[in-house]
């Protein structure tokens, strides 16, 4: 390919509010441009390095056995509904009206869709596991699109399913994916973390999510400093210790208290640790109000409330419903709370006498007692675990909380959707039976975006070979480009991929700041000082050498 | 590929309803599934064919220097909006709103995505001509769908767009894109015919279809008998020559006539042939009634029609707006009529003497004549050309009619979309100048229902080996599998795509029925009674081969 015929140029400027790496990086190097919020245009060299991803876990998912196949887009939205996933989705699935009146969903994930395929061909025990994968368009209606290609509204997705005769032959499946997902990241120098993870919307309650570290990453993950323990920080466990279990129950007692609304003005006005204040939440859920107690110094986890709740539909009370339920905020008191539910944390177990609101302004209880004064509750993990927490499986090592980008996720779902949709195989007595089934889906843009986030330096992108958009990036600096494009043609022959800066109107500065930024394995040199030879340098390494054409092929081959 | 594990299997029955070969035969050999109307599911069978299809298109797309790119499904409306294509398109375009509410066109086409595209670069003259590819999924909302993969609400199209600085260079981009299209169709087998025709709700107006000859073909196209002239029957032009222009005119008559309402019936009655009478039609554009005059054995052609009124939105009127325009249903007649508009076509002009209603039941005129008897009318050419047309082109062939699927359509825009878009380059002179645009489909599924059209039999589909899904079908006769798993795995070891039937409870017949029916090119058995060879038949021939291992392999590679 000649640079000065290539779709897609480099540019000196970052897009605008752009934060992360692979966002200012792609779009520089001209891999990248934004149609609408999260809906992006891929250049051809976009392109070339999606179709080489694709190539990359395509191969994997052969190589444990499963199909590809492909599927619509949009799907009667009824297949939704058998398992109430168009409500689990809320907004951010997208319904469509056909001419006809028909309701579609737009595509936001593939479950019910492949069961229903699979149901088609009413399968034998003979013919499991069946394991099918797809590379499809999915449609997710963010709030906000984020993080360059991280958190995209629209994006190519490997999704391979699933469908075998029981729990054994379906783990099977679960474990080649989850090996499987390891070699892919590590074809894509991609550093990767397996952790126990939340299942969100997509149902069941077994799976994993394969996590990158990255400051500027949406997810949050623990691991035990001292054994193999990782859960996404929705999910995550943990033990905590008493604080101060040997003090004796005093009695409550009222105080005024001229204090700052928030947790770190309380404890300050004390002159106490965060953990010594109770901290009641109060949300609305589908709109009555309920009330959550834990320790000051930890935040709620809203994955696991929803999950306890078995609905994401909550949300934080407007002042004037405070006011109903006899409260203010700032001074928000169990004692006297008028509302439908009292769920109290495991971390309010760990203090006595802990210092709650009391439900007016500048009105404080000392020594809340759990649960001396807080007869109906019940107790439950809606702990967001960090470093104070111990490890739920060592029970000795400290937890560490990191920040990062979900790689992949794979789910396991039992029997959720093929109970609701029928999803059925033939056993060897001739009668029906349920299939197992899991999901397992890797974002194809933002596995993109994450190679960059992994593989860059301060002068651009550092492809590995295994995506690299061409495998050579060939500069002259001749005035005429004789050499090079003899070079040019005679690499092309044998079959390497070479993209050829072949621009007579920029320096050679320009060439090789571009070099870098677009960020090709191999750079080629020729000039009137290389004489016979082809100067090459590794883009991830410092020297360069100089080889005979012979000797460049070899090494490019 | 071991067919016991193969997801997708052959089945005896014919999808209901099915009516074109290709829906039979892909649905019973296990290549596809209908999801909902008009949305396939494709099994590995399936998948493998439309992969290979892709590779045969783009490898011809890379050839011509089109470089693949990719873009969202879902466009900003407004780009619609810009030359009117929302409206053009009408309720085949699904349109989505998302929780932000902003308008999103589910793509149909990318003509305008690709000038946003193109515009975000700043293209200067050195890197014209752009011509780039993308295979991406296209949503058309069709009253039906229809024929199997021939008619899809939902399906793949390599769809390419090229960008030129003027209209030489842009007409050297059609020609590579027309030739790379017989290319294709050879390489896929599929015979096609290029004729001239009519972009519809695309814009422009000079463009190629390529047809293939179908009897169950929804366009039907005329070709010359001496000539090359092919066009497709709502663009074709002809010549008619006159039948009695040597009459002299007659007076006007006014005539009972107690007749049937139609053209026939109308002949009968009085005798005459059908070219003897006028037909005039009227029309209700935008709510206002227009009259098209045409001779009795020709009809009107409403694409014709749309471009001379500029609007497809026109229909026939009810009874009662009949009424209106002081005439009645079979007896219409120019004389007296109370429209806004009459379009007599050039058919008119080559009879004298025509008979035509009177507007008042079993009341005809004899005699009418053009435009003794008609002022105030534009002759027009709205004829649907048939077999007794002249071609327009060599002036001597007749016209000949024939029914035909569509593989593919290319198109010039000219500036249609670019001037509305702002879609410009950067000229010799640093001065920003229109693109000239053009935009050259091939739908993907449609292209392998087509290639099952050419190339069956009465047992099933022969797949050409560009497409096929696999190389080889081996069948083992023997109880048990030994011989068969052992050349399974020497081929595979090769390299060569092999689908292994190794079922032990189906008959040889039924093994040799599948194989016919699935259509790979090579069908291998082994058996005792082949010793230490294998038996070789091509599914196109019927004698079969014994060969052993060795020239097997070399036959296959």
């Not at 499991?128 to 509204?153: M, T, W, Y």
């Not at 006005?269 to 109770?278: D, E, M, N």
């Not at 709620?300 to 994401?312: G, M, P, Q, R, Y």
């Not at 807080?374 to 470093?387: F, H, M, N």
Request: proline share 3%.
């Amino acid at each position: 390919m000649l640079y000065s015929k290539l779709f897609g140029k480099t540019i000196r400027e970052e897009p605008k509010g752009a934060k992360m790496t692979n966002h200012k990086l792609l779009y520089k190097a001209g891999f990248i441009r934004e149609l609408s919020s999260g809906r992006y245009l891929l250049t051809t060299l976009g392109w070339q390095v999606l179709n080489k991803i694709i190539k990359v876990i395509d191969k994997q998912m052969i190589e444990i056995g499963s199909q590809r196949v492909a599927t619509p887009t949009l799907h009667p939205l009824k297949l939704w509904q058998a398992t109430h996933r168009d409500e689990a989705f809320g907004e951010s699935l997208m319904r469509v009206k056909d001419r006809k009146n028909s309701e579609f969903a737009i595509g936001a994930t593939h479950e019910a869709v492949m069961v229903e395929f699979v149901k088609k061909f009413k399968p034998s025990f003979k013919e499991l596991p069946i394991v099918i994968h797809q590379f499809s368009n999915k449609f997710r209606d963010e709030i906000r699109a984020r993080g360059g290609l991280i958190r995209l509204k629209e994006f190519l997705m490997k999704d391979a399913y699933s469908f075998a005769a029981d729990e054994k032959e379906f783990m099977k499946t679960y474990e080649d994916q989850y090996n499987a997902y390891l070699k892919i990241a590590e074809k894509l120098k991609i550093k990767v973390v397996p952790v126990q993870a939340d299942a969100g919307a997509l149902g069941g309650d077994y799976c994993h999510e394969f996590m990158v570290l990255n400051s500027e990453g949406e997810d949050s993950f623990v691991v035990c400093k001292q054994c193999d323990y990782a859960a996404n920080i929705e999910k995550a466990q943990g033990i905590l210790s008493g604080q101060n279990l040997s003090e004796k129950e005093l009695p409550l007692e009222k105080i005024k208290a001229k204090r700052g609304l928030n947790m770190d003005q309380m404890a300050d006005f004390y002159k106490v640790p965060l953990w010594r204040l109770l901290k009641t939440v109060i949300f609305m859920v589908k709109e009555k109000p309920i009330a959550v107690l834990i320790r000051g110094d930890i935040e709620v986890n809203e994955i696991k409330l929803a999950n306890i709740l078995k609905t994401s539909n909550f949300r934080i009370p407007e002042p004037e419903e405070l006011k109903k339920i006899k409260t203010v905020r700032g001074f928000v008191s169990p004692i006297g709370l008028k509302v439908d539910l009292f769920l109290v944390d495991q971390s309010v177990l760990t203090v006595k006498n802990l210092i709650t609101g009391a439900n007016e302004l500048n009105q404080d209880y000392k020594n809340f007692n759990y649960p001396r004064d807080l007869k109906t509750a019940e107790v439950v993990d809606v702990a967001v675990v960090g470093q104070m927490f111990t490890c739920p499986k060592c029970k000795k090592g400290k937890l560490d909380s990191k920040r990062a980008i979900e790689f992949g996720h794979i789910f396991k779902y039992d029997h959720f959707y093929t109970k609701a949709l029928g999803g059925k195989f033939i056993n060897e007595n001739g009668k029906e039976n349920l299939l197992w089934m899991g999901a397992f889906g890797i974002g194809i843009e933002r596995t993109m975006g994450i190679v960059v986030e992994e593989n860059h330096d301060d002068k651009g992108i550092i492809w590995p070979e295994s995506v690299a958009p061409f495998k050579a990036h060939l500069i002259s600096l001749d005035k005429d480009n004789k050499k090079a494009d003899d070079l040019y043609q005679k690499l092309e022959k044998e079959g390497i991929d070479v993209l050829y800066d072949d621009r007579d109107d920029v320096s050679a500065g320009v060439k090789f700041a571009d070099a870098d930024l677009i960020g090709i394995p191999y750079r080629l040199v020729v000039s009137k000082k290389t004489n016979n030879k082809i100067e090459l340098k590794e883009r991830l390494k410092d020297k360069t050498e100089l080889l005979d054409l012979k000797d460049l092929i070899k090494k490019l081959k």
